[in-house]
């Protein structure tokens, strides 16, 4: 069951942004974390950017300082504002709206929505 729903992907060009947005079931939007992932082709599916529903953040190394995770209450939605990217940014971002622990529940990943980086 789809709890998440991913939209704002596209293509863009190194050293330019773009703005993720994961609309999140009312119903479990203040149960559990937020968080984004993303696979690229032949790696396995890491974290990016996590945010509690206190509003505490998690950002990957490789994207701190460049990517900003944030939440709006009133829309049940979760943004990953993404700037100065990088081709190696390319890849299928995923919200899970159901983040236990530093673990995302299975049954909540979303369909992805394509980011590339290229000139």
């Known amino acids: 069951q789809v709890q998440g729903v991913e939209s704002g992907g596209g293509l863009v060009q190194p050293g330019g942004s773009l703005r993720l947005s994961c609309a999140v079931s009312g119903r479990i939007f203040s149960l559990y974390a937020t968080g984004w992932y993303r696979q690229a082709p032949g790696k396995q599916r890491e974290l990016v950017a996590s945010i509690r529903s206190g509003g505490i953040t998690k950002v990957a190394d490789s994207v701190k300082g460049r990517f900003t995770i944030s939440r709006d209450n009133a829309k049940n939605t979760v943004y990953l504002q993404m700037n100065s990217l990088k081709p190696e940014d390319t890849a299928v971002y995923y919200c899970?709206?159901?983040?236990?622990?530093?673990?995302?529940?299975?049954?909540?990943w979303g369909h992805g929505t394509q980011v590339t980086v290229s000139s």
């Open positions: 899970n709206p159901g983040v236990v622990g530093d673990e995302p529940l299975a049954r909540y």
